[in-house]
C-alpha cells in the first residue's frame, strides 16, 4: 500500500443554498426562502483576487471548489494525495439564530456525506458546529461522528467568546469522546471583528495578520484549562502559518513562571502543552525566501519536532511563493514523510486505509 499522503485543508463549496434543502427540515427552507436568504458564501477574499482561487478551479459556473470531479482530479490524481481533509467554509456559524444556525450545520454535515463522502472514499471531512449553543454542537458532533468519513470538528477562529471558555467545553467534550480532533480555521463565527483589536480596513490586514487570532484562541486554551479538562483532546491550527509558534511559546512560559498561581490547572509549562496537543498545517509556511537545510532544522528544533507539521494545499485558494515546498524540499526523508502523511494519518486514523480511487 502507497504511503499516505494526506492534504489536510481542503475547500469544497455549496454551489447554492438551495443544494442544503433536502437537508433541511421544512421549517428552515420556508423561512429562507419566504426571507428572500441568498447563501452564506465567505468572503474572506476579494473575488477577483488571485488569492481567491486557482483560475483552473473555476469550472462550470459554480464556485471554486464546488465539483466533487474537478477537486478530486486536481487534489488527488494530479498532485498525488492519498486523502483530502475537507473543510467547509460555508458560513452558517454567522447566524446569530441558535437553532437555524445548529439546523444550517447539521444540513451541512448531511450534505457533505452525500454529495463528497459518498462520491470517492478518499475523501474525509470536517464535522461543521455552530457555537451559538455549544451543547447542541456537542449532540451534532455525536451524531455525525457515526459516519467514519468525519475525521475532525471544524471552529472558526473569530468566535463570539474566547474559544477556551468553558461554555464551549461541551464540544470539546464531544469531539474527545468520539477521538477527533479540533481544527481551528481562520473566519468569522460571530459578531466581533477580524482581528483582536478591531475591524481592519484592507484585505491585506486580514491576511497578513490572520494568525493573531489564532495566537489569542490557543493562549485562551491552555489558560482556561481546556487541556487539563480533556487531556485525549488534540487541535490543529490550519491556515495560520507555523514559525510564529515558538516565540509565543517562549514568552508564554516566561510569564506563566511569573504568573502560574492564576491557573492552577496548568502543571506544567505551556510550550509542553501545545507540543502535546496541538499541530499545525504548512499553507502556507511563513519564511523568508532564501531559507535552506539550517533555518528549516532551526525552526523544527524549536517548535519541538516535525511531528507538529501536517500537510496542507490550501486548495482552492492560491498562495505565491509557496513555503511549503521549500519546507518539504529542505526536510529529511523521515520527516518529509512525515510531514507529507504520516502524522495525518495516525491523528484522523488513516492508517492502513483505502486509498483507491472508486472504479
Not at 484585505?203 to 479538562?229: I, K, N, P, R, W
Not at 519541538?304 to 515546498?325: I, Q, V
Not at 529542505?330 to 483507491?356: D, F, I, K, T
Request: with cysteine.
Amino acid at each position: 500500500m502507497a504511503a499516505p499522503r494526506v492534504d489536510c485543508d481542503v475547500h469544497h463549496a455549496v454551489p447554492e443554498l438551495s443544494a442544503l434543502f433536502p437537508f433541511l427540515p421544512d421549517r428552515w427552507v420556508d423561512y429562507c426562502v419566504e426571507s428572500g436568504v441568498e447563501g452564506f458564501d465567505p468572503a474572506f477574499y476579494p473575488p477577483a483576487s488571485p488569492l481567491s482561487a486557482r483560475p483552473d478551479a473555476r469550472v462550470g459556473g459554480g464556485p471554486p471548489g464546488s465539483d466533487p470531479g474537478l477537486l478530486r482530479a486536481h487534489v488527488l490524481d494530479d498532485a498525488g494525495a492519498t486523502h483530502a481533509v475537507l473543510n467547509c467554509l460555508y458560513a452558517v456559524q454567522a447566524v446569530h439564530n441558535p437553532d437555524w444556525s445548529a439546523a444550517l450545520a447539521a444540513a451541512l454535515n448531511d450534505w457533505q456525506a452525500a454529495r463528497w463522502l459518498a462520491a470517492d472514499p478518499r475523501f474525509r471531512a470536517s464535522i461543521v458546529v455552530s457555537p451559538r449553543d455549544p451543547h447542541a454542537a456537542a449532540d451534532e458532533i455525536a451524531r455525525a461522528a457515526g459516519n467514519p468519513g468525519f475525521v475532525q470538528v471544524l471552529l472558526l477562529a473569530s468566535a463570539p467568546d474566547p474559544l477556551g471558555r468553558r461554555a464551549y467545553w461541551p464540544v470539546y467534550a464531544a469531539a474527545e469522546a468520539a477521538g477527533l480532533p479540533v481544527a481551528i480555521h481562520p473566519g468569522v463565527a460571530g459578531a466581533g471583528p477580524l482581528s483582536p483589536v478591531g475591524w481592519p480596513s484592507h484585505h491585506v490586514e486580514d491576511y497578513a495578520g490572520a494568525a493573531l487570532t489564532l495566537q489569542s484562541q490557543l493562549v485562551s486554551m491552555v489558560c482556561e484549562g481546556v487541556f487539563a479538562a480533556h487531556p485525549g483532546l488534540r487541535v490543529v491550527l490550519l491556515e495560520s502559518g507555523v514559525t510564529w509558534l515558538p516565540s509565543l511559546m517562549w514568552r508564554f512560559d516566561k510569564n506563566w513562571k511569573a504568573l502560574r498561581q492564576e491557573v492552577p490547572w496548568v502543571d506544567r509549562p505551556p510550550s509542553s502543552l501545545i507540543r502535546a496537543h496541538v499541530l499545525l498545517s504548512v499553507a502556507p509556511f511563513d519564511a523568508a525566501p532564501d531559507w535552506g537545510r539550517e533555518q528549516v532544522e532551526r525552526c523544527l528544533a524549536q517548535l519541538g519536532s516535525a511531528g507538529m507539521l501536517l500537510y496542507a494545499s490550501d486548495y482552492p485558494h492560491w498562495h505565491r511563493g509557496d513555503g511549503a515546498t521549500m519546507l518539504l524540499e529542505q526536510l529529511s526523508p523521515a520527516e518529509r514523510a512525515q510531514v507529507l502523511g504520516g502524522n495525518a494519518a495516525r491523528l484522523y486514523g488513516l492508517e492502513g486505509s483505502a486509498c483507491a480511487a472508486p472504479a
